[in-house]
Each structure stands twice: as C-alpha cells, then as structure tokens.
C-alpha cells in the first residue's frame, strides 16, 4: 500500500484530497494544515466523494512531524511564499522518493536553486501541477501542432490573474510547440498593482509578449477593465484552434480541410477529477506527464524576473523575491 502526504488543505488541496477518494490503487493518506479549520473542511469534502475504497485510511495532523517516517509521495499544496521552507522541512524529518508541487512553486530563482540542488542530492523526483498535459484535448492540439513548425499563441482575457496563472499558460505553450526555451521580449504591465484574492499576495494586468528559440510567439493580455473569460488561440502552418475554456468548446481549423471552420466541445476537467491519475501513474511507474521541476523552473523564470522588476519599478523597493502564488 502506498502511502500520500497532502501538506496543505486549502481550496485546491482539499480539491487533491478529493480526487485521491478515487484513487484506483491502495493507499493511505495523511493531510496536515497549520488551521484545524481547513482540516475540517477538507474532510467534509473528502467524506462527500463516493470513492472507491481503496483509501485505506485518511490521517490529519497540524504538523509535518506528526507524519510518517516515510512517505512515497508528498503534494505540496500549500502557497507559494512557504512553500521552499515545507519541502525542506519534509527532506529533513521524513524520507520521500516523490514531490507533486503546487504553483506558482516558489517566489524567487534562489529558491528554485535551493531545492533542485536539494532533491538532486536527496534523489528525490519532483513534478509541477500544470494540468492541462492531462486533458485529452490538448493533446489533439499537440499532435496537430507540435511538429517543429513556429506557432503564434494569443491568451487573451479580463483581470485572469496574471501573476498566479501566466505560468499554466506558459507551460501549455511549451507542451503544444514542445519548445522549452522561452523569452519575454516586452513586458507592457499596469502600473496599479493589483491585492491577489489571497491576502498578502500581489497580482497584475497588462500584456507581455515573448518568443521561444523556434520562433513561436505567444502574448498574454490580462485586462483590468473586463471580466471576460480567457480566449486562447493557437495557430500553426497547418492547423489553428480558437479555444473557450470557460464554455468547453472549442473552433479549429486545418489546412487539409481548406481552413474550414468547425466547432468541438470538449471536457476540462476539475482538479478533483485529476489528481489521482497523476499520482497513481507516478507512483506505479516513476514517471508523469506533468513538467519535471527542473524544466518548469525554466518557465517560471522569466515570468519571475519580469514581475519582480516591473513591482520594483513601480513602488521603488528592493525586493527579494516576487510576491505571488
């Protein structure tokens, strides 16, 4: 039986907590959150999936140490700003072999560093939860695009969170094209900065545009006058899809069909829909289709400079790291 440590319980980890109920393997789960209260709710929402009776029991604790001693896979949900401190404090009281990590990961290069050094040396395999590698329909997209040609990618909607989900988009870019080298070549951010929904985080509207070493380019336009879902559309020599999330539908169009417009409706599943795909697959064979943290750092990068030095321009402060999760 293999046994999950779920740090953090707050919305998207009660959502993790949700999808292990349906795990297809046997396990044991341990939860820990600083709050009794998320603790609670976790659970009710836990108790309020059908499973499949394959969890073999579920244990909650307010602190890492209460865990078990070894741990074969560790989800680490918690916000970004302690994030560096939870996993070093896992590697340093509890042997794990695999790390499922929330985003953004972390708030500065440094603390990228660290850990990667960390785990290299500790041979522990972690990975970044950028779900849509998961959904069956991006990886259409995929096969109708990433065959080395340069791409043009447009993500563009109302106040969609900038600063927290530029890094989803970023990493689906690099799953379409399969390019993992990324430049951000203007950066055209609001100078109001924005209070994020979680209290003591910072959020951002505007627009930056970036290249990738084939020649994709991508522009991400968030703005702060609208509330209009997010619009994704992706072009290539041979293919183009204009893509509504928000309403499961999509339009595509293929050079082999004379560009003829056709409409697809297509399911975006929810994190309690996911999760335990991921971790069955990671555990059962050491491998995801989720970004390896090495890789997902290289993304996270250039979003993490631009941020950093526009919130730096604009209020005038020195900053360590870049206060979003």
Known sequence: MYKIALIGAGQIGSRHLQALAKSEIPISVEVVSRTSQSLVEAKERFEHIKGTGLVKS????????????????????????????????VMQYKKTRFLLLEKVVFQSVQDFHEIIDLLKISQVKAWVNCPRRMYDFYLEVQKN??????????????????????????DLISYVSREIDFRITR????????????????????????????????????????????????KGDTSRYIIFESKGKAIRAHKSNNWKDEEVQFSVPYQSQLTHLAVSKILVTGQSDLTPLQLSFEFHKPLLETFTQHLEHVVNIRYGSCPIT
């Open 58 to 89: 579920v244990k909650y604790f307010q602190s890492i140490k209460s865990l078990s001693n070894s741990i074969d896979i560790a989800i680490i949900a918690t916000n970004s700003d302690v994030r560096r401190k939870v996993i070093e404090e």
């Open 145 to 170: 695009l990433g065959n080395g040609e340069p791409i043009v990618c447009d993500i563009r909607g109302g106040n969609w969170g900038m600063g927290c989900n530029s890094i989803h988009f970023i």
């Open 187 to 234: 950066s055209d951010l609001d100078l109001e900065i924005l209070a994020s929904k979680r209290e003591g985080f910072l959020e951002f509207t505007g627009s930056l545009r970036g290249v990738t070493r084939n020649g994709s380019k991508f522009s991400l336009i968030s703005d702060k006058k609208s509330n209009v879902p997010c619009v994704i559309t992706i």
